[in-house]
Nanobody, 127 residues
Framework: QVQLVESGGGLVQAGGSLRLSCAAS????????MGWFRQAPGKEREFVAA????????CYADFVKGRFTVSRDNANNTVHLQMNSLKPEDTAVYYC????????????????????WGQGTQVTVSS
């Protein structure tokens, strides 16, 4: 099993920045991919970003390209999401995810059913 714990959420004004972090523990194998989903009130959960173990494959949803950056620190089993130029529509609960996708493409990473999920952290962007 893999346990994921997010941190770094909060309240920020539009145009501001936040950095989310996720610490993984348990049986984390070297091939594990990690990433982020989000869910806004009344909306379905949606893919935000993902990164392969090596960092050679990084995938983003179209709505965050150029504003968000995903990175990972394998020595400390952590993944980060740097969020800049935040908009009110970015308000959501952000979930850290991890899993072992069998394909290396962004199309697959975006639709893959990640096996492990964190409890979520609230991000609120005020206008």
């Amino acid at each position: 099993q893999v346990q994921l714990v997010e941190s770094g959420g909060g309240l920020v004004q539009a145009g501001g920045s936040l950095r989310l972090s996720c610490a993984a523990s348990g049986r984390t194998f070297s091939s594990i991919a990690m990433g982020w989903f989000r869910q806004a009130p009344g909306k379905e959960r949606e893919f935000v970003a993902a990164i392969s173990w090596s960092g050679n494959r990084i995938c983003y949803a179209d709505f965050v390209k150029g504003r968000f950056t995903v990175s990972r620190d394998n020595a400390n089993n952590t993944v980060h999401l740097q969020m800049n130029s935040l908009k009110p529509e970015d308000t959501a609960v952000y979930y850290c995810v991890a899993g072992y996708p069998v394909s290396y493409t962004c199309t697959y990473y975006r639709s893959y059913e990640y096996a492990y999920w964190g409890q979520g952290t609230q991000v609120t962007v005020s206008s």
